[in-house]
């Protein structure tokens, strides 16, 4: 078995204003990464919408309605100062959304090893009734909520190393003590959450918070001390891993020190943890990261983690 990548044109379509940080050009920048011989492995899809059935997983009708409703026919729609809808906007968050479903689908029938989903809009910020910090949907609790629904599940862990906590995928999981949430991230940050004292209900929330300038050293031993012992506690029939590489060093959200390294290095132990409680079935779903640079050399560091796992 391999690694598979899923994406899909349109997801560039999702364009927000000239020098927006959740530009199309990320898309590019992480695909352009994943080209040449060292990937030839990977077994390439083109991504599938989520219906609203998925949708409704984790989001109520008004959210799903809001969204649609927001969709301009030219020009843009800002749901906030930051998230904005242009004409395109909802097809491309549907791709997203369903590019992490098919991961699950793959992944659990044991038709790929492991899954990359190098999509757009991201969706860790998306609450369950609010679109916020570019995302209008919960990527990762749908496809948690998808592998305990569709496929039986009962433990779904979602890991999260972006720089910004994930308040949407926290917020989903607050009080459902069969899915868990992990996250390092810088803090005090946006979007302000991801205290270490919130714990969700059977300590299912685990939040790792990492001052600015951390470095890679500070990075590892949040995780080995925290963040493994948890998820190892946990025992999850399948990890979901909210893939942002903007703790890098380079990238101008955010204060942190991050090599590509350390986003290989997270990569594969957290694929080592997968092969002793889940048979390995991780899926990767790409949130921020905004130095195009570093951007694809992350990526490139975190899939061949992947494809070696």
């Known amino acids: 078995m391999t690694t598979a990548l899923i994406t899909h044109s349109d997801c560039a379509l999702h364009q927000p204003p000239a020098r927006h940080p959740e530009s199309p050009a990320r898309l590019q920048a992480v695909l352009g990464g994943l080209e040449g011989r060292e990937f030839e492995a990977l077994q390439r899809h083109q991504a599938v919408a989520a219906t609203s059935d998925h949708l409704l997983l984790v989001h109520p009708q008004s959210h799903i309605d809001a969204m649609k409703g927001s969709v301009p026919e030219d020009g843009y729609h800002f749901v906030d100062e930051d998230t904005v809808m242009s004409a ?45 910090g570019f995302c209008f949907f919960s990527n990762a609790a749908i496809a948690s ?19 910004h906590h994930g308040n949407g995928t926290e917020a989903a999981f607050l009080t459902n003590g069969s899915l868990m949430y992990a996250s390092t991230h810088q803090h005090p940050l946006y979007p302000g959450t991801g205290s270490a004292s919130t714990t969700g209900v059977d300590n299912n929330i685990v939040n790792a918070p990492l001052p600015a300038h951390a470095a890679g050293s ?92």
């Not at 305990?148 to 972006?162: C, P, Y």
């Not at 132990?269 to 921020?288: D, M, P, T």
Request: glycine share 6%; charged share 25%; with cysteine.
């Open 88 to 132: 395109r906007s909802f097809d491309a968050a549907l791709l997203s959304a369903g590019a992490a479903i098919q991961a699950v689908d793959m992944v659990v029938s044991k038709s790929v090893k492991n899954a990359f989903c190098a999509t757009r809009p991201p969706g860790h910020h998306a609450e369950p009734d609010r679109a916020m």
């Open 145 to 163: 909520r998808h592998a305990q629904e569709q496929h039986g599940l009962s433990r779904v862990a979602v890991v999260d190393f972006d720089v």
């Open 218 to 309: 500070d990075f590892r031993d949040a995780y080995a001390n925290r963040i493994f012992p948890a998820l190892e506690a946990f025992d999850p029939d399948l990890m979901i891993i909210s893939a942002g590489f903007d703790g890098h060093r380079r990238d101008p959200l955010a204060q942190m020190d991050l090599e590509d390294d350390d986003y290989g290095w997270v990569t594969r132990e957290l694929c080592n943890i997968a092969s002793k409680c889940c048979g390995g079935r991780v899926v990767s779903l790409l949130e921020g990261g905004y130095d195009l640079n570093a951007l694809a050399s992350a990526s490139r560091a975190h899939v061949k983690a992947l494809m070696a796992a």
